[in-house]
């Protein structure tokens, strides 16, 4: 079965980075893409960006173009999601979710658990 | 300021019909983009309810429909019962912003 497995809860300081992993199992890593959405606090779910599990192409949201780097790993199936500069307002649960793709659209039909990030002095 | 716009919150009785509404422009729904909907349990991941505009996938009861119209689409319940009661959003993409996903900023719908 399709598992999507993210890295733990994580607590940074305002300025620091954090990547983080999303290992997938039970599929072909390469034939799809991953998406990554967050959700702060009492708000509602936020795209941040696209990469493709096969060329390693990615799409960011503009909010967060230049902040972000989305790389894959192919050996071992696992993406990852890495936001730099952080600011309180990163505080949120992020989320990868597996991208399948028909000829019109792309929609999200597996998603991992989700990581808290919290940021904080 | 989500780019599609849904209604704060939503309410119906059990057994009743609830629709909730996605409203877009023509640099999205209105482009041809498809549009999915999620629903969100607090502290779960969403759970993806209607793909393609008006696709189920497997697992989700035919209660749950979906339909699109010009730069809007609906999502509606039938049926309702007490475990429907959750965060559902719409989601699409955007040629404004090279393709990017959008979604909307979600509904909140309660069974009375």
């Known amino acids: 079965q399709v598992q999507l497995v993210q890295s733990g809860a994580e607590v940074k300081k305002p300025g620091a980075s954090v990547k983080v992993s999303c290992k997938a199992s039970?599929?072909?890593?390469?034939?799809?893409?991953i998406t990554w959405v967050r959700q702060a606090p009492g708000q509602g779910l936020e795209w941040m960006g696209w990469?493709?599990?096969?060329?390693?192409?990615?799409n960011y949201g503009q909010k967060f173009q230049g902040r972000v780097t989305m790389t894959t790993d192919t050996s071992t199936s696992t993406a990852y999601m890495e936001l730099r500069s952080l600011r309180s307002d990163d505080t949120a649960v992020y989320y990868c979710?597996?991208?399948?793709?028909?000829?019109?659209?792309?929609?999200?039909?597996?998603w991992g658990q989700g990581t808290l990030v919290t940021v904080s002095s | 300021q989500s780019v599609l716009t849904q209604p704060p919150s939503v309410s119906g009785a059990p057994g009743q019909r609830v629709t909730i509404s996605c409203t877009g422009s023509?640099?999205?729904?209105?482009?041809?983009?498809?549009v999915h909907w999620y629903q969100k349990l607090p502290g779960t991941a969403p759970r993806l309810l209607i793909y393609?505009?008006?696709n189920r996938p497997s697992g989700v009861p035919d209660r749950f429909s979906g339909s699109k119209s010009g730069t809007s689409a609906s999502l509606a319940i039938t049926g309702l019962q007490a475990e429907d009661e959750a965060d559902y959003y719409c989601q699409s993409n955007d040629s404004n912003l090279s393709g990017s996903g959008v979604f909307g900023g979600g509904t909140k719908l309660t069974v009375l």
């Open positions: 990469i493709s599990g096969y060329s390693g192409n990615t």
């Open positions: 023509t640099s999205n729904i209105g482009a041809g983009y498809d």
């Open positions: 393609g505009n008006r």
């Open positions: 979710a597996r991208d399948y793709c028909t000829s019109t659209n792309c929609y999200e039909d597996y």
């Open positions: 039970g599929y072909i890593f390469v034939n799809y893409g």
